[in-house]
T-cell receptor, first 114, second 116 residues
Framework: AQSVAQPEDQVNVAEGNPLTVKCTYSVSGNPYLFWYVQYPNRGLQFLLK??????LVKGSYGFEAEFNKSQTSFHLKKPSALVSDSALYFC????????????FGAGTTVTVRA | SAVISQKPSRDICQRGTSLTIQCQVD?????MFWYRQQPGQSLTLIAT?????????ESGFVIDKFPISRPNLTFSTLTVSNMSPEDSSIYLC?????????????FGPGTRLLVL
């Protein structure tokens, strides 16, 4: 069975500072990893994904994530956070190409203060 | 990416009644999914809806409580039956646009349900 852990319920940063949202995963096969963001009263928006290839993937709104196989991690990063980045962030995993089911982490609430 | 709409966007219902949620996609998709997000919680997959076959339900979800229809490749409905306050959640549909395993799931805006 696959699972995702987001160890931090909340992350607070000042605008302009680096932002990191942590995610670790567990799958039996090759992980397909995703980050989504949910703004208040909105649905989930796709940010980025890792399937294969370069361990550093870039996505929407200046976000990037680094896949680390040895640490089974896929942390989301942004070099300079904006107040508008304040939202709920979800990491998700699926177990390779033959499993379409997404398993989501519990979510991390990011607050960026001006 | 696919553009997905849901109706209604929100509703307040009385216990014991049923609500049908519609999900419409702007392109033909093979796989559609229904998720539940309970207050302050993460997303949980309810079922997978494929056109021309019965929905596949996840553990803890049954067809009598959450009947699903998938009449064509752009549309699906989820009914929440005999509702109780515990059914108060956000219900989201998502699509796997091409059916290819590497494709991303895109989500609709969600339906916010409050059961009194």
């Amino acid at each position: 069975a696959q699972s995702v852990a987001q160890p931090e319920d909340q992350v607070n940063v000042a605008e302009g500072n680096p932002l990191t949202v942590k995610c670790t995963y567990s799958v039996s096969g090759n992980p397909y990893l995703f980050w989504y963001v949910q703004y208040p009263n909105r649905g989930l928006q796709f940010l980025l994904k890792y399937i294969t290839g370069d361990n550093l993937v870039k996505g929407s709104y200046g976000f990037e994530a680094e896949f680390n196989k040895s640490q089974t991690s896929f942390h989301l990063k942004k070099p300079s956070a904006l107040v508008s980045d304040s939202a709920l962030y979800f990491c998700a995993v699926r177990d390779g190409p033959n499993d379409y089911k997404l398993s989501f982490g519990a979510g991390t609430t990011v607050t960026v203060r001006a | 990416s696919a553009v997905i709409s849901q109706k209604p966007s929100r509703d307040i219902c009385q216990r014991g009644t049923s609500l049908t949620i519609q999900c419409q996609v702007d392109s033909q998709v093979t796989m559609m999914f229904w998720y539940r997000q309970q207050p302050g919680q993460s997303l949980t997959l309810i079922a997978t809806a494929n056109q021309g076959s019965e929905a596949t339900y996840e553990s803890g979800f049954v067809i009598d409580k959450f009947p699903i229809s998938r009449p064509n490749l752009t549309f699906s409905t989820l009914t929440v039956s005999n509702m109780s306050p515990e059914d108060s959640s956000i219900y989201l549909c998502s699509v796997d646009a091409t059916g290819q395993s590497q494709e991303t799931q895109y989500f609709g805006p969600g339906t916010r349900l409050l059961v009194l």
